[in-house]
């Protein structure tokens, strides 16, 4: 069956340290992987998209590395603040079939002052 | 980018009845996904709103329990018919321009009794 798994359901970081955080995939061929951040009560927000081709894509702190042959997505987030605290969710595109989005079951990050 | 608005954004329901979500868009988008969410879970699809067509369903989510309009480009209805507790969760809409980012509703907070 297919999966997408995020290692850790909860990640406990100082802050300052850089957080990572995982995205696993089975049985999927996505042709894009993209990453979201939720907050409590609220739905989620893009906040960075990486194609089967690439390897890193980055943005301000953020850092991602998708690599297919690993079926693995790594997101960074450097210098972390306690602003930076929120539930993270990596998301799929499947190479056919409709442009819908599949999730991951999320980590949730605390980043401690 | 896109904002989406969702209403109502809670409501406490009796089991039996039967609730209809709106979401409206504020510019036209290609795609919209319906997703429930669980607490402190990820997102499921439910189905994609095909405009002018029926919606598409995921595995395990039926028309009859759940059936979804998209008249045009910015809006959508999601219902939950015959609710049960079972159904009390969180309902989000999401759209998209296709393989890109998703932009989403704040969500429905839904309890059944």
């Known amino acids: 069956s297919q999966k997408i798994e995020q290692n850790s359901e909860a990640l406990n970081i100082q802050e300052g340290k850089t957080a990572t955080l995982t995205c696993n995939y089975t049985n999927y061929s996505p042709a894009y992987l993209q990453w979201y951040r939720q907050d409590p009560g609220r739905g989620p927000v893009f906040l960075l998209l990486i194609r089967e081709n690439e390897k890193e894509k980055r943005k301000e702190r953020l850092k991602v590395t998708f690599d297919t042959t690993l079926k693995q997505s790594l997101f960074h987030i450097t210098a972390s603040q306690p602003a930076d605290s929120a539930t993270y969710l990596c998301a799929l595109h499947l190479q056919t079939g409709a442009n819908n989005l599949f999730f991951g079951t999320g980590t949730r990050l605390t980043v401690i002052p | 980018s896109a904002v989406i608005s969702q209403k109502p954004s809670r409501d406490i329901c009796q089991r039996g009845t039967s609730l209809t979500i709106q979401c409206q868009v504020d510019?036209?988008?290609?795609?919209m996904f319906w997703y429930r969410q669980q607490p402190g879970q990820s997102l499921t699809l439910i189905a994609t709103?095909?405009?002018?067509?029926?919606?598409?369903?995921e595995s395990g989510f039926v028309i009859d329990k759940f059936p979804i309009s998209r008249p045009n480009l910015t809006f959508s209805t999601l219902t939950v018919s015959n609710m049960s507790p079972e159904d009390s969760s969180i309902y989000l809409c999401?759209?998209?321009?296709?393989?890109?980012?998703?932009?989403f509703g704040q969500g429905t907070r839904l309890t059944v009794v």
């Open positions: 709103a095909n405009q002018g067509s029926e919606a598409t369903y």
């Open positions: 510019s036209q988008v290609t795609m």
């Open positions: 999401s759209a998209s321009q296709g393989k890109y980012e998703a932009f």
